[in-house]
T-cell receptor
Framework: GNSVTQMEGPVTLSEEAFLTINCTYTATGYPSLFWYVQYPGEGLQLLLK?????DKGSNKGFEATYRKETTSFHLEKGSVQVSDSAVYFC???????????FGTGTSLTVIP | ETGVTQSPTHLIKTRGQQVTLRCSSQSGHNTVSWYQQALGQGPQFIFQ???????GRGNFPPRFSGLQFPNYSSELNVNALELDDSALYLCASTPRAPGSYNEQFFGPGTRLTVL
C-alpha cells in the first residue's frame, strides 16, 4: 500500500541555517509528491510539488527532488528565515488522484 | 475569489450522537476531499467527491459518509460518534477532475470534540 514517513520534529534552527526535512514514501504506480506548509494560525497550503521521477519542485527558496530510486522527497532550503517557522507536511497522491497520504508533520522553529 | 470555507468552526458532541460538517469549495472547484487530523498528526484522507459521487475512500468505517451538491459544496456526516472521532476535520477542493498532480486548497477546518 501507499504511505509517507516523515522526519520527526520539532526542529529548531538559527536564522540562515541549512534546512533538511526527510520524507520517504512507499507507493504503487506513479504517485505525485507534495510538500504542504501550515503557518501559525493559518490553513494548510501547497509549498511545492513534483509529479514524476527526477522532477524538482521549488518555491520560496525551498526545493525537493522526486527520487524514485531511494523513494524519497526531502525538503531543503539553503538559508532559513524566521518567517519559515511553520509545520511542514510531506504528502503523496495516488496516480489516480483519489487517494492521499500525509506524513505526521515536522514543526520548524527558526530563531533570530 | 473566495477560498474554501467550513462550518461550524467548533463543535462539541457526546458519544453516540451524529454530526454534520459543511464545506463550500473554492469557486469553480468541482472535486472535494475530506480529512481527519488528530492532534499532532498529519491529515488522514477520509474520502473524495467528484460529480456528486464518492470517488475514493480512505480507511474509515461506513459511519463516515458524505454528500456533494450540484454547486460542489459538500457535507461530512459521522454517525454513532466515538471519543476517538475528536479531531480537526479539513475539507480541500481542487479545480479539476481528480488527477495525481492536482494541488488541493484547504479550508480552515472544523474542530470536533466528542465527550
Amino acid at each position: 500500500g501507499n504511505s509517507v514517513t516523515q522526519m520527526e520534529g520539532p526542529v529548531t534552527l538559527s536564522e540562515e541555517a541549512f534546512l533538511t526535512i526527510n520524507c520517504t514514501y512507499t507507493a504503487t504506480g506513479y504517485p505525485s509528491l507534495f510538500w504542504y506548509v501550515q503557518y501559525p494560525g493559518e490553513g494548510l497550503q501547497l509549498l511545492l510539488k513534483a509529479t514524476k521521477a527526477d522532477d524538482k519542485g521549488s518555491n520560496k527558496g525551498f526545493e525537493a527532488t522526486y527520487r524514485k530510486e531511494t523513494t524519497s522527497f526531502h525538503l531543503e532550503k539553503g538559508s532559513v528565515q524566521v518567517s519559515d517557522s511553520a509545520v511542514y507536511f510531506c504528502a503523496l497522491s495516488s496516480n489516480t488522484g483519489n487517494q492521499f497520504y500525509f506524513g505526521t508533520g515536522t514543526s520548524l522553529t527558526v530563531i533570530p | 475569489e473566495t477560498g474554501v470555507t467550513q462550518s461550524p468552526t467548533h463543535l462539541i458532541k457526546t458519544r453516540g450522537q451524529q454530526v454534520t460538517l459543511r464545506c463550500s469549495s473554492q469557486s469553480g472547484h468541482n472535486t472535494v476531499s475530506w480529512y481527519q487530523q488528530a492532534l499532532g498528526q498529519g491529515p488522514q484522507f477520509i474520502f473524495q467527491y467528484y460529480r456528486e459521487e464518492e470517488n475514493g475512500r480512505g480507511n474509515f468505517p461506513p459511519r463516515f459518509s458524505g454528500l456533494q451538491f450540484p454547486n460542489y459544496s459538500s457535507e461530512l456526516n459521522v454517525n454513532a460518534l466515538e471519543l476517538d472521532d475528536s479531531a480537526l476535520y479539513l475539507c480541500a477542493s481542487t479545480p479539476r477532475a481528480p488527477g495525481s498532480y492536482n494541488e488541493q486548497f484547504f479550508g480552515p477546518g472544523t474542530r470536533l470534540t466528542v465527550l
